[in-house]
């Protein structure tokens, strides 16, 4: 695979994972994170073992961009997750207390 078909593969893989990351769909974003890995190894090896042309480079900074993009709305997306987990708990926890208080009074 050529460089910049590696590089239109990692882009697209990284759209990908904003997309199931926006949409919530955390099931999904395991299988295209191992994928997207693999991808850009080969992408870094094929840059260090072949001189790259200026619009590949542009195309690599773009990636990294879009990388460090991916990952803010991940964390933003799991501290929200995170968020609402906490909130559940709490009214779990609130609710089981009162069922154990209804049952001592019935």
Same mark, same amino acid.
């Not at 080969?42 to 840059?47: D, E, I, M, R, V």
């Not at 542009?58 to 990636?63: D, G, S, W």
């Not at 991916?70 to 997306?77: A, D, H, K, Y």
């Given at each position: 695979m +050529?460089?910049?078909? !590696?590089?239109?593969? =990692?882009?697209?893989?990284?759209?990908?994972?904003?997309?199931?990351?926006?949409?919530?769909?955390?099931?999904?974003l395991? @299988?295209?994170e191992?994928?997207? +890995? =693999? $991808?850009?190894? !080969?992408?870094? $090896?094929?840059?260090?073992?072949?001189s790259?042309? @200026?619009?590949?480079?542009?195309? *690599?900074?773009?990636?990294?961009?879009q990388?460090?993009r *991916?990952?803010?709305?991940?964390?933003?997306?799991l501290?929200?997750?995170?968020?609402?987990?906490?909130?559940?708990?709490? $009214?779990?926890?609130?609710?089981?207390?009162s069922?154990?208080?209804?049952?001592?009074? @019935?």
């Open positions: +050529s460089t910049r078909q !590696q590089l239109s593969l =990692c882009l697209d893989l990284v759209e990908s994972m904003n997309r199931f990351i926006r949409a919530g769909k955390w099931h999904k395991s @299988a295209l191992s994928e997207y +890995s =693999c $991808a850009f190894e !080969q992408l870094k $090896a094929g840059f260090s073992a072949a790259v042309d @200026a619009d590949d480079m542009q195309t *690599m900074i773009r990636l990294e961009q990388q460090r *991916m990952r803010r709305v991940l964390s933003r997306g501290k929200e997750t995170g968020e609402k987990l906490a909130v559940i708990e709490d $009214a779990r926890k609130r609710l089981n207390i069922s154990q208080v209804a049952a001592t009074l @019935a």
